[in-house]
Protein backbone atom coordinates (compact mmCIF):
# COMPACT_ATOMS: atom_id res chain seq x y z
CA UNK A 1 0.00 0.00 0.00
CA UNK A 2 1.24 3.67 -1.16
CA UNK A 3 0.08 6.93 0.51
CA UNK A 4 0.90 10.61 -0.04
CA UNK A 5 0.12 14.03 0.18
CA UNK A 6 -0.78 15.15 -2.90
CA UNK A 7 -1.81 18.75 -4.24
CA UNK A 8 -4.39 19.60 -6.59
CA UNK A 9 -3.82 22.25 -8.87
CA UNK A 10 -7.65 24.61 -9.67
CA UNK A 11 -8.18 28.46 -10.70
CA UNK A 12 -4.50 29.09 -9.48
CA UNK A 13 -4.97 27.80 -5.98
CA UNK A 14 -4.24 24.25 -4.62
CA UNK A 15 -6.34 21.59 -2.96
CA UNK A 16 -4.22 19.00 -0.22
CA UNK A 17 -5.23 15.54 -0.16
CA UNK A 18 -4.61 12.49 0.54
CA UNK A 19 -4.29 9.31 -1.80
CA UNK A 20 -3.66 5.83 -0.85
CA UNK A 21 -3.71 2.81 -2.79
CA UNK A 22 -3.63 -0.48 -2.15
CA UNK A 23 -1.60 -3.11 -3.86
CA UNK A 24 -3.73 -4.00 -7.22
CA UNK A 25 -5.81 -1.34 -6.89
CA UNK A 26 -8.76 -2.18 -8.85
CA UNK A 27 -10.49 2.08 -8.87
CA UNK A 28 -9.69 4.44 -6.80
CA UNK A 29 -12.82 6.45 -4.49
CA UNK A 30 -12.44 10.32 -4.71
CA UNK A 31 -14.37 11.66 -1.82
CA UNK A 32 -16.44 14.65 -1.76
CA UNK A 33 -16.75 16.70 1.66
CA UNK A 34 -19.29 18.76 2.49
CA UNK A 35 -21.14 21.31 4.74
CA UNK A 36 -17.88 22.86 6.57
CA UNK A 37 -15.96 19.06 6.78
CA UNK A 38 -12.44 18.22 5.33
CA UNK A 39 -10.32 15.20 4.43
CA UNK A 40 -9.79 14.59 8.05
CA UNK A 41 -13.48 13.41 8.44
CA UNK A 42 -13.68 10.88 10.47
CA UNK A 43 -16.50 9.34 9.32
CA UNK A 44 -15.30 9.65 5.48
CA UNK A 45 -11.95 8.11 6.91
CA UNK A 46 -13.40 5.43 8.49
CA UNK A 47 -15.79 4.58 5.06
CA UNK A 48 -12.49 4.97 3.04
CA UNK A 49 -10.14 2.40 5.57
CA UNK A 50 -13.48 -0.30 4.61
CA UNK A 51 -12.76 0.40 1.06
CA UNK A 52 -9.38 -0.09 0.98
CA UNK A 53 -9.71 -3.74 1.79
CA UNK A 54 -11.60 -4.39 -1.05
CA UNK A 55 -8.85 -3.18 -3.25
CA UNK A 56 -10.21 0.22 -3.78
CA UNK A 57 -8.22 3.05 -3.60
CA UNK A 58 -8.89 6.39 -1.59
CA UNK A 59 -8.48 10.42 -2.61
CA UNK A 60 -9.89 12.43 0.43
CA UNK A 61 -9.28 15.89 -0.82
CA UNK A 62 -10.34 19.45 0.83
CA UNK A 63 -12.50 21.22 -1.40
CA UNK A 64 -11.84 24.94 0.11
CA UNK A 65 -8.09 26.31 0.80
CA UNK A 66 -6.98 27.03 4.49
CA UNK A 67 -8.11 30.60 3.85
CA UNK A 68 -11.77 29.93 2.25
CA UNK A 69 -11.99 27.11 5.05
CA UNK A 70 -11.47 29.91 7.69
CA UNK A 71 -13.96 32.88 5.54
CA UNK A 72 -16.40 29.97 5.55
CA UNK A 73 -16.56 28.99 8.79
CA UNK A 74 -17.59 32.33 9.48
CA UNK A 75 -19.75 33.46 6.47
CA UNK A 76 -20.64 29.65 5.33
CA UNK A 77 -20.49 31.38 1.60
CA UNK A 78 -18.68 28.58 0.26
CA UNK A 79 -20.31 25.37 1.21
CA UNK A 80 -23.72 25.52 -0.48
CA UNK A 81 -21.57 26.92 -3.91
CA UNK A 82 -22.26 23.86 -5.30
CA UNK A 83 -20.64 24.89 -8.97
CA UNK A 84 -17.35 25.91 -7.02
CA UNK A 85 -17.66 22.58 -5.08
CA UNK A 86 -18.47 20.51 -8.59
CA UNK A 87 -15.38 22.73 -10.05
CA UNK A 88 -13.55 21.36 -8.03
CA UNK A 89 -14.33 18.02 -7.91
CA UNK A 90 -13.93 17.86 -11.35
CA UNK A 91 -10.68 19.05 -11.13
CA UNK A 92 -9.82 16.60 -8.79
CA UNK A 93 -10.99 13.89 -11.35
CA UNK A 94 -9.11 15.73 -14.23
CA UNK A 95 -5.44 15.12 -11.64
CA UNK A 96 -5.97 11.35 -10.86
CA UNK A 97 -6.68 11.24 -15.20
CA UNK A 98 -3.04 12.42 -15.57
CA UNK A 99 -1.21 10.76 -12.43
CA UNK A 100 0.54 7.62 -13.59
CA UNK A 101 -0.41 5.82 -10.84
CA UNK A 102 -3.90 6.26 -10.97
CA UNK A 103 -4.65 7.39 -14.95
CA UNK A 104 -5.80 3.65 -16.00
CA UNK A 105 -8.13 3.54 -12.83
CA UNK A 106 -11.89 4.07 -12.95
CA UNK A 107 -13.18 6.41 -10.27
CA UNK A 108 -15.77 6.94 -8.31
CA UNK A 109 -17.03 9.55 -6.47
CA UNK A 110 -18.25 9.39 -3.22
CA UNK A 111 -20.02 12.88 -1.51
CA UNK A 112 -21.23 13.64 1.67
CA UNK A 113 -24.04 16.43 2.52
CA UNK A 114 -23.45 19.09 0.09
CA UNK A 115 -20.55 17.07 -1.41
CA UNK A 116 -22.92 14.68 -2.80
CA UNK A 117 -24.05 17.53 -4.82
CA UNK A 118 -20.83 18.31 -6.03
CA UNK A 119 -19.76 15.08 -6.40
CA UNK A 120 -22.76 14.82 -9.18
CA UNK A 121 -22.25 17.84 -10.78
CA UNK A 122 -18.59 16.46 -11.77
CA UNK A 123 -20.19 13.36 -12.91
CA UNK A 124 -22.37 15.05 -15.51
CA UNK A 125 -19.76 17.38 -16.48
CA UNK A 126 -17.06 14.42 -16.59
CA UNK A 127 -19.28 11.32 -17.98
CA UNK A 128 -16.28 9.56 -19.50
CA UNK A 129 -14.31 9.41 -16.26
CA UNK A 130 -16.93 8.21 -13.42
CA UNK A 131 -17.87 4.99 -12.80
CA UNK A 132 -20.49 5.25 -10.30
CA UNK A 133 -21.41 8.04 -7.71
CA UNK A 134 -22.22 7.10 -4.22
CA UNK A 135 -24.18 10.00 -1.61
CA UNK A 136 -24.22 9.44 2.37
CA UNK A 137 -26.90 11.54 4.09
CA UNK A 138 -26.34 13.98 0.73
CA UNK A 139 -28.43 16.64 -0.66
CA UNK A 140 -28.26 15.56 -4.36
CA UNK A 141 -31.30 17.77 -4.81
CA UNK A 142 -28.40 20.31 -5.05
CA UNK A 143 -26.97 19.62 -8.23
CA UNK A 144 -30.15 20.74 -10.04
CA UNK A 145 -30.53 20.54 -13.49
CA UNK A 146 -26.97 18.53 -13.41
CA UNK A 147 -29.13 15.66 -12.04
CA UNK A 148 -30.58 14.80 -15.63
CA UNK A 149 -27.02 15.17 -17.26
CA UNK A 150 -25.73 12.21 -14.82
CA UNK A 151 -24.63 8.78 -16.58
CA UNK A 152 -23.00 6.93 -14.12
CA UNK A 153 -25.21 4.61 -11.51
CA UNK A 154 -25.91 6.31 -8.14
CA UNK A 155 -26.33 4.91 -4.82
CA UNK A 156 -28.22 7.09 -2.32
CA UNK A 157 -27.58 6.14 1.57
CA UNK A 158 -29.77 7.18 3.80
CA UNK A 159 -30.71 7.25 7.64
CA UNK A 160 -34.37 6.28 8.46
CA UNK A 161 -34.24 9.07 10.39
CA UNK A 162 -33.58 11.67 8.05
CA UNK A 163 -37.39 12.11 7.37
CA UNK A 164 -36.13 15.45 5.30
CA UNK A 165 -32.85 14.34 3.59
CA UNK A 166 -34.82 11.07 3.14
CA UNK A 167 -37.83 12.88 1.08
CA UNK A 168 -34.98 15.35 -0.38
CA UNK A 169 -33.55 12.28 -2.00
CA UNK A 170 -36.49 10.40 -2.96
CA UNK A 171 -37.42 13.47 -5.23
CA UNK A 172 -33.55 13.61 -6.14
CA UNK A 173 -33.84 10.13 -7.20
CA UNK A 174 -36.87 11.40 -9.83
CA UNK A 175 -34.87 13.67 -11.67
CA UNK A 176 -31.78 11.71 -12.66
CA UNK A 177 -30.89 10.34 -15.83
CA UNK A 178 -28.82 7.62 -14.80
CA UNK A 179 -29.87 4.24 -12.36
CA UNK A 180 -30.02 4.77 -9.24
CA UNK A 181 -30.64 2.93 -5.95
CA UNK A 182 -31.87 4.53 -1.83
CA UNK A 183 -30.99 1.97 0.03
CA UNK A 184 -32.19 3.72 3.58
CA UNK A 185 -29.98 2.53 6.70
CA UNK A 186 -32.78 2.01 9.45
CA UNK A 187 -32.92 3.90 12.98
CA UNK A 188 -30.01 6.13 11.39
CA UNK A 189 -30.01 9.89 11.65
CA UNK A 190 -28.09 12.13 9.62
CA UNK A 191 -24.59 11.81 10.68
CA UNK A 192 -25.25 7.74 11.04
CA UNK A 193 -24.14 7.66 14.72
CA UNK A 194 -25.63 5.20 15.94
CA UNK A 195 -24.47 1.28 16.68
CA UNK A 196 -23.30 -0.24 13.23
CA UNK A 197 -25.13 2.59 11.30
CA UNK A 198 -22.09 3.96 9.23
CA UNK A 199 -20.60 0.56 9.54
CA UNK A 200 -23.99 -0.50 7.43
CA UNK A 201 -22.85 2.88 4.94
CA UNK A 202 -19.54 1.83 4.69
CA UNK A 203 -20.13 -2.01 3.50
CA UNK A 204 -23.42 -1.19 1.50
CA UNK A 205 -20.69 1.16 -0.96
CA UNK A 206 -18.07 -1.28 -0.85
CA UNK A 207 -20.79 -4.11 -2.24
CA UNK A 208 -21.94 -1.37 -4.41
CA UNK A 209 -18.28 0.02 -5.93
CA UNK A 210 -17.48 -3.94 -6.34
CA UNK A 211 -20.72 -4.92 -8.33
CA UNK A 212 -20.17 -1.40 -10.72
CA UNK A 213 -16.27 -2.78 -11.07
CA UNK A 214 -17.77 -6.10 -12.29
CA UNK A 215 -20.54 -4.73 -14.47
CA UNK A 216 -17.88 -2.62 -16.59
CA UNK A 217 -15.42 -5.65 -16.81
CA UNK A 218 -18.15 -7.42 -18.13
CA UNK A 219 -19.23 -4.95 -20.75
CA UNK A 220 -15.02 -4.62 -21.65
CA UNK A 221 -14.79 -8.09 -22.39
CA UNK A 222 -14.82 -9.03 -26.04
CA UNK A 223 -17.81 -11.43 -27.75
CA UNK A 224 -17.34 -14.75 -28.73
Known amino acids: MTSRTVQV ?3 GVSLTGDLVLPDG ?3 VVLFAHGSGSSRHSPRNRMVAERLREAALGTLLVDLLTEEEDDRDRVTAEHRFDIGLLGERVAAALDWLGREPA ?16 AALVAAARRPERVLTVVSRGGRPD ?3 DALKAVRAPVLLLVGGRDTEVLRLNEDAGRELGAPHTLHVVPGATHLFEEPGALEEVADTARRWCAEQLRVR ?7 R
Open 102 to 117: TRELPVALFGASTGAA
Open 25 to 27: ARA
Open 142 to 144: LAG
Open 217 to 223: EAASRPS
Open 9 to 11: PVD
